[in-house]
């Protein structure tokens, strides 16, 4: 049986199923090396908090934690993994402590696969972006393959120097089978509930944010969107906002002073099937830097709800079909954002949904295992 060895830095929850539905098919033999310790993972910055989150992941699938000198400069990372003896060692992102390290060290002797996200949508003219282009250029010099996540990842690999006939698509993905509803979930049910004890009517058309409360997120573009709509519609419009960050005493102050809006302090993800069926419409006003993708798109599309997201989220390109699945609109533009929210009406709500949810099953966990599984069998 062939063996793969992955490098990453902690358990995340849209990894670590990837990792246990590989093992579970019992196609290869796996092997997790995680690079950081599990106490230095629990802070999250973007949160302002400690975040354990209440979904198994370390379950069902072989791993280990390297140790402090194993994960830094000294040699004993590569040696940890090349006892594994693998086929094909994958590293999950390159600038973090002692990745690099390991593509250096067994480019040539085992073919050295990488997955990330990275865009070129932050990308802005001047020397340091050509000076970056040949760093990076460089470290993709160790990389026999790349999975890239989407189109746009696509072209940050092929812009630096990656040939096209080695990099191979594996969706960005979520677990879409958790966010589904059915009897036993009673999904949305517990959704108009929680609208109901919210003071939400089943009439009003209800947008949602769940995410950071960050400047890279914008959710103060789109509160100011919501109240200026607010001004000449005889039925206003209600926001959602879901989530803690450095904006998050800002956006109470707004809150406070707006019967139309109302904010939620972060939910953990056994409660986000719930949280995203709160809203009608899913909003991602995301300006960057630094938002390569924006995997809450894929939930909410998975909860059946049609997305607004900016087209500097790195999903856009992809996943935003335009009167499809929801609607796009131009980063920081409050006029562009305004016409988005122009756009689904009503009455076009549910379709867009089912057109969100039925697309984004085609983005799944199976589709990455199988590439995975498929690329190790003819492995170069």
């Not at 001047?126 to 460089?138: D, E, T, V």
């Not at 707004?254 to 939620?264: H, P, S």
Request: hydrophobic share 40%.
């Amino acid at each position: 049986m062939k063996k793969l060895a992955i490098i990453s830095t902690h358990p995340i929850q849209y990894y670590a199923p990837v990792f246990r539905l590989l093992t579970q098919r019992g196609k290869i033999e796996l092997k997790v090396f995680y690079t950081r310790p599990p106490e230095a993972t629990k802070f999250d910055k973007g949160f302002g908090r400690e975040v354990e989150w209440d979904i198994p992941l370390l379950e069902g699938y072989e791993y280990v934690f390297l140790g402090r000198r194993e994960q830094g400069g000294g040699s004993r990372g590569e040696g940890a993994v090349g006892d594994f003896e693998p086929d094909a060692v994958l590293v999950f992102g390159w600038s973090f402590p002692g990745h690099l390290k390991i593509m250096r060290h067994f480019k040539g002797k085992v073919p050295v696969w990488f997955r990330g996200d990275s865009t070129l949508l932050d990308e802005r003219p001047g020397w340091r972006k050509w000076a970056r282009r040949l760093f990076l250029r460089w470290v993709y010099s160790h990389v026999d393959k790349a999975f890239y996540v989407g189109t746009n990842n696509k072209d940050y690999f092929l812009a630096h120097g990656l040939r096209e006939d080695q990099l191979v698509f594996a969706p960005h993905a979520i677990d879409n089978e958790r966010f589904a509803d059915n009897k036993e979930r009673q999904y949305e049910a517990k959704a108009r509930a929680w609208r109901e004890e919210l003071g939400l009517s089943e009439t009003d058309t209800v947008l949602l944010f769940a995410g950071k409360l960050e400047p890279k997120k914008d959710p103060l573009l789109l509160i100011e969107a919501v109240q200026r709509l607010n001004r000449e519609r005889e039925q206003p419009l209600k926001l959602i906002l879901v989530g803690n960050g450095v904006l998050e005493e800002t956006v109470k102050a707004i809150v406070r002073q707006d019967t139309n809006l109302c904010w939620l302090e972060f939910q953990n993800q056994s409660l986000m099937p719930v949280v995203y069926r709160l809203g009608d419409i899913f909003c991602l006003p995301s300006k960057g830097p630094g938002e390569t993708w924006g995997l809450a798109v894929n939930e909410a599309m998975a909860c059946g709800r049609p997305v607004i997201a900016s087209d500097q989220c790195g999903c856009s390109r992809d996943l935003i079909k335009n009167g499809e699945t929801g609607f796009s609109f131009s980063a920081g533009s409050i006029n562009s954002l305004l016409e988005a929210l122009h756009s689904p009406r009503s009455t076009l709500h549910a379709p867009l949904g089912k057109n969100a949810f039925h697309f984004i099953q085609e983005w799944s966990f199976s589709a990455q295992v199988h590439t995975f599984e498929d690329q190790l069998k003819t492995k170069n």
